[in-house]
């Protein structure tokens, strides 16, 4: 039987496998999280009108569950659209061998500087070509369609770039995928024999080991990807799909058994979904393998969207456009989110009448 909540149901299913000690504290804390989200041990708002009253416990927040993510990412998307200017933008996808993959998977620790590697090698490309800077903002993703370890980058970029030594904002630029795989690529196998000479990169094998793997890799080619330019909102809608939200599809999920659990996977060489079965053990797994760390930003901000770059040339950038430069959209309320996405006020009772808040309930002490 399959539930509302599909990845609630199977982390309370699979409690006995993650919810101890051994499990990362990031992980636990998320995971909690999530059972708890939408129940009365986060609280609950109380609200009334003349004849009805109504409980609205409190949400979770958390990037591994996809209700609130979901609301999240919604919110993100809503921002940029506002504040970025109106220019065409490129997607640029950065893969990794499964040789390089492999040493990530065994040092997580060195994922939360895998995208400034990824931007700065988009970044120097732009400078490289027109000496133009770009509006760079990467999204990590660490999974595939099969639910394997794949970290990747997902990237937008400008299509154009503001040129200071003219002062001029130049169209379109051109993107090499050749090159821009060669710039990659050195810049991740730069970050790993920094990471090893610092002794600070896990791994059974030896350093001799190690660098001959890195020299290999250096010598091969790697996955690339650059797409056309278009709007935005096209991108934002894109890349929103992998800010905020864990590796499994709820809509996927075909079964969810006391022992087992069936889901459905995507075979992307393949283009096409498998039927794949796993145990409660092996699922856990796959979600502890992918769960967010603490404190790390599901998106980064490089060249002309940095904080430095921003402060400096923002204004500039919107003169150079002929563009009226927007402020922050109002943060959208509990309520107007609910409406945007359902179509359905979660604040009128069952004559349509408005409720109002009245009080809140404190959290009850969770096991």
Same mark, same amino acid.
């Given at each position: ?204 094998? $030896?350093? !001799?080991?190690?660098? %001959? @793997? &890195? ?5 091969? *080619? ?56 796993? $145990?409660? !053990?092996?699922?856990? %797994? @796959? &979600? ?5 760390? *603490? ?73």
């Amino acid at each position: 039987m399959i539930g509302e909540h599909p990845i609630k149901q199977i982390l309370i299913e699979t409690r006995s496998y993650w919810d101890h000690e051994g499990t990362a504290a990031n992980v636990r804390e998320n995971f909690l999280k999530v059972i708890r989200c939408g129940t009365g041990a986060l609280g609950a708002e109380i609200f009334a009108s003349e004849t009805e009253s109504k409980l609205v416990f409190h949400t979770c927040k958390s990037r591994f569950c996809t209700s609130c993510g979901q609301r999240a990412t919604e919110s993100w998307q809503e921002d940029l659209e506002t504040i970025l200017p109106d220019v065409p933008y490129i997607g640029v996808t950065l893969t990794m061998p499964i040789e390089i993959r492999e040493l990530f998977e065994q040092n997580k620790h060195l994922l939360h500087g895998v995208p400034a590697m990824g931007a700065e090698a988009i970044i120097q490309c732009a400078k490289a070509r027109s000496g133009a800077h770009v509006l760079v903002l990467v999204v990590q993703q660490t999974f595939g369609g099969l639910l394997n370890f794949v970290p990747h980058l997902h990237v937008m970029v400008s299509a154009g770039g503001l040129q200071e030594s003219t002062n001029r904002w130049i169209p379109r630029l051109r993107f090499d995928e050749p090159e821009l795989m060669r710039a990659w690529r050195y810049a991740l196998i730069a970050f790993l024999a920094e990471a090893l000479k610092r002794n600070i990169l896990r791994c059974s094998l $030896t350093s !001799e080991d190690l660098l %001959k @793997i &890195l020299a290999t890799q250096y010598k091969r *080619r790697w996955n690339v990807f650059i797409s056309r330019a278009g709007s935005k909102i096209y991108r934002l809608k894109h890349d929103g799909r992998y800010v905020r939200r864990p590796p499994i599809a709820q809509h996927r999920t075909i079964r969810i058994g006391r022992y087992e659990v069936e889901y459905l996977a995507k075979n992307t060489r393949g283009k096409q979904f498998v039927a794949t079965r796993y $145990t409660n !053990e092996e699922f856990v %797994k @796959i &979600l502890v393998e992918h769960g967010p760390d *603490r404190g790390r930003h599901a998106m980064r901000y490089f060249g002309l969207l940095s904080p430095r770059s921003k402060a400096r040339l923002w204004s500039a950038i919107f003169v150079l456009l002929n563009q009226q430069q927007r402020p922050h959209p109002p943060r959208t309320s509990w309520r107007g989110l609910h409406l945007k996405t359902f179509s359905i006020d979660p604040l009128q009772d069952s004559f349509g009448r408005s409720m109002y808040w009245v009080g809140r309930r404190a959290p009850f002490k969770a096991a």
